[in-house]
């Protein structure tokens, strides 16, 4: 019914950085949460990150931890995932979702949590 869109996703060598772009219904940033997962070939989709409505708080997973932050601009209507100091284990196709709950923690970041898609962008890294 509203779509979500990523964009963003490229080809780049490890270390460098991509900044991903989740466009989201308007007025809805402040009342759901929002997730980044990513899945490789062969994998299962796994939690990256997550931000809380209204940008109160964020959760992040350990594997991304201190490379990678969440955030959103309201006025765009946009979630964005940072991540810098790519690896090539970080080759993957990058998904957002509308979550159902109203706040972000490593409980609720799980596929099951979010019920809303984007198609996905791929990011890979490689030398």
């Known amino acids: 019914q509203e779509p979500l869109v990523e964009s963003g996703g490229d080809l780049v060598q490890p270390g460098e950085s991509l900044k991903l772009s989740c466009a989201v219904p308007?007025?809805?940033?402040?009342?759901?949460?929002w997730g980044w997962f990513r899945q490789a070939p062969g994998r299962a989709r796994e939690g990256v990150s997550c931000?809380?409505?209204?940008?109160?708080?964020?959760y992040t997973a350990e594997f991304a931890r201190g490379r990678f932050s969440v955030s959103a601009d309201k006025a765009k209507n946009t979630v964005y995932l940072q991540m810098n100091n790519l690896k090539p284990e970080d080759t993957a196709v990058y998904f957002c979702?509308?979550?159902?709950?109203?706040?972000?923690?490593?409980?609720?970041?799980?596929?099951?949590?979010?019920?809303?898609w984007g198609p996905g962008t791929p990011v890979t890294v490689s030398s």
């Open positions: 308007p007025f809805t940033l402040d009342y759901y949460s």
């Open positions: 931000l809380s409505p209204g940008s109160t708080s964020t």
């Open positions: 979702g509308r979550g159902s709950h109203r706040w972000c923690s490593s409980t609720y970041l799980e596929v099951s949590e979010f019920g809303a």
